[in-house]
């Protein structure tokens, strides 16, 4: 369900380390994927023999690495604009997930974190919610695509803001979106999918919040995103209590969780 590029570094790397861990890697888990954990990709598809030795983490690799992991990942979808639908959603499911499509509801936080709990019997290693950033102004859940709105159109999504995450009406969410506190794994992240969220100052403000509700490190991209399976170009990403990455990785170092 993830395609990881070696050079990458971030939260995903941090849970690629901890799966090669359980399957019989020694890597120091830091997120960065460097020599070493390139080394035990590479040992982990020679031993797989339906897996092809490509050195890359594609998704078959990756799903093998995750099979009987006792760990979720939950994808979402924001299918008020169509084209999500038929790009993304079935990209995720080519890739082997079973994304949660959402569009065009008056409560779509609500119902993603609702679906997402039902979904997640297990420990939530990634949640990645697939939606349009609105100019990297909102996390959008089920609102489609509003940058191209205009006028009273545009009015009407902006006062739906029950369905996407922004920072001018975080307060008013924060309730909703703590009822996924404390069911992440301990390494695990959250992701949205969304144009250039991560390059605005405000748009960083909220992901620190929304990082300190959930205690898990929130990205996003920070160009345009055309990717499902893995950011193009580097995303931001806002850990909990404004740590950084080898601050927040530490209590992984040595650990296969």
């Known amino acids: 369900m993830l395609q990881i590029r070696n050079g990458e570094l971030g939260p995903r790397v941090v849970l690629l380390q901890v799966l090669l861990n359980r399957k019989g890697a020694s890597l120091v888990v830091d997120g960065v994927y460097g020599a070493k954990t390139q080394a035990a990709v590479d040992a982990f598809q020679r031993s797989v023999s339906t897996l092809a030795r490509s050195g890359k983490v594609d998704p078959p690799t990756f799903n093998e690495l995750f099979r009987n992991s006792r760990l979720s990942i939950v994808d979402v979808v924001d299918v008020g604009d169509p084209m ?18 959402l569009g065009l509801m008056c409560n779509g936080v609500g119902q993603m974190i ?63 979106l703590a009822r996924l506190s404390g069911r992440f794994a301990r390494f695990g992240s959250m992701e949205h999918l969304g144009c250039s969220i991560g390059s605005r100052p405000t748009s960083r403000k909220l992901m620190g919040l929304l990082a300190d509700v959930w205690k898990v490190p929130v990205s996003a991209g920070i160009q345009t995103q055309r990717s499902v399976l893995n950011f193009d170009g580097p995303p931001f990403t806002a850990y909990p209590a404004n740590a950084s990455l080898k601050g927040w990785s530490t209590g992984f170092r040595s650990s296969s969780n």
């Open 84 to 101: 999500l639908a038929r790009r993304e959603a079935n990209e995720l499911r080519a890739a082997g997930s079973d994304p949660i499509e």
């Open 114 to 176: 609702s679906d997402t709990l039902a979904r997640a019997s297990d420990p939530i290693a990634l949640l990645r919610i697939t939606g349009h950033g609105n100019l990297g102004r909102w996390m959008t859940v089920s609102v489609g695509a509003p940058a191209h709105l205009q006028g009273a159109a545009y009015a009407e999504l902006e006062a739906e803001f029950h369905s996407y995450i922004d920072l001018s009406h975080f307060a008013q969410l924060r309730g909703t």
